[in-house]
């Protein structure tokens, strides 16, 4: 597939008197790489920065921007990103090109290999993690079981399956560091509980429809939790030299891809006291 124009893909719509939200088709490409061309359109306006954007949310299809209307009308910022996505268009192509050639599904056996090589051919600065997760841990509770019963399958076929994909990162939000991963296998999606909890362990690996995630702290939650990570995902860049306050930072960032890895209890005891 070759975009020739970019509204083959785009829409821009008026959001409010200071915001227009850009929506990429996936129908045509594809959940992931209308995320990736949100990427793409995400940089490109940062690359050229205008003194009049407040705020900008990238989501899934979406790109929200917030802009000063002391500066600008929509007109003159709807020009702009028309400007923006027509000399992306290439870029576009590349990377809808290097994804369509490339082979959806991997056994795990094949991640290592084949997904990072993927993953390079698009950018030269994408992140890769792998997370471990503990998914038989008896001293926090778990969906697991129920998980597999939902769905006629073992429990080990539930892990499995969970740890066939890699995974990018669509969007960041609900709370610091809460990454939107995606897409599950479709033999695992699970609507959300009906009854959310009050409290959800911090380093909880759930999985809700089509997404899966990590809770970083402690928070209220109603996804379907399979199992635990031992890895911290907020991490305190506060200089202590510095009088300035800390910063936080997240270890998973949109666009990033993560593969998960089961790892024993032991293992996963022996990581957090370390």
Not at 58 to 81: C, G, K, M, Q, R
Request: hydrophobic content about 40%; proline content about 5%.
């Amino acid at each position: 597939m070759t975009i020739t124009n970019y509204k083959d893909l785009l829409e821009i719509r008026t959001a409010s008197d200071c915001c227009v939200i850009v929506y990429v088709d996936d129908t045509t490409i594809g959940l992931e790489l209308a995320n990736i061309v949100i990427e793409i359109l995400t940089r490109a306006l940062l690359a050229n920065r205008p003194s009049w954007l407040c705020e900008y949310i990238p989501s899934y299809t979406s790109l929200l921007i917030e802009f000063s209307l002391y500066e600008v009308d929509h007109l003159a910022v709807n020009a702009l990103l028309k400007k923006l996505a027509s000399e992306a268009t290439n870029e576009i192509n590349h990377c809808v090109g290097e994804k369509l050639t490339a082979t959806t599904q991997l056994s795990c056996d094949q991640i290592s290999d084949t997904s990072r090589k993927n993953l390079d051919a698009l950018s030269t600065d994408k992140r890769f993690h792998r997370i471990p997760v503990c998914y038989q841990l008896n001293s926090l509770q778990t969906d697991l079981a129920k998980v597999a019963k939902d769905k006629n399958i073992s429990e080990d076929i539930v892990v499995n399956l969970h740890c066939s994909n890699v995974y990018r990162v669509f969007a960041t939000g609900f709370m610091p560091g809460f990454a939107y991963l995606g897409e599950l296998p479709v033999e695992l999606s699970q609507p959300r509980l009906s009854k959310p909890r009050s409290k959800v362990p911090k380093g909880a690996v759930a999985i809700a429809d089509r997404q899966t995630a990590i809770y970083p702290d402690e928070s209220p939650g109603g996804w379907h939790i399979i199992g635990y990570t031992p890895l911290e995902l907020l991490f305190n860049t506060t200089n202590v030299n510095s009088v300035e306050s800390g910063h936080i930072e997240a270890l998973l960032k949109p666009g990033d891809y993560v593969e998960f890895y089961p790892v024993t209890e032991s293992e996963y005891t022996n990581w957090v006291h370390s």
